[in-house]
């Protein structure tokens, strides 16, 4: 892949990132507001759990292109 085209997707990927964070402390503060309010969280929680999992995908696949990158400007030895 070209180091333009990769550079594209990292700049997605740290939106993807950056959008997952903004949700997950959405979802945190739902769960506070359901606990604060004395009702089962449960849903919530699990709901909160899936968010997690996705957001380990989109780092993950983000710190594969900032490694692509790297090894696209990186000299050859």
Do not use: C, N, W
Not at 18 to 24: H, P, S, V
Not at 57 to 65: A, F, N
């Amino acid at each position: 892949m070209s180091l333009v085209k990769t550079l594209e997707y990292l700049s997605a990927a740290r939106q993807f990132v950056a959008d997952g964070e903004r949700e997950l402390a959405s979802q945190r503060e739902a769960v506070r507001r359901i606990e604060q309010k004395g009702e089962d969280p449960l849903q919530a929680i699990l709901i909160l759990g899936e968010i997690e999992e996705m957001q380990q995908v989109y780092v993950d696949h983000r710190d594969r292109l900032e490694q692509q990158v790297l090894d696209l400007v990186r000299p050859l030895d």
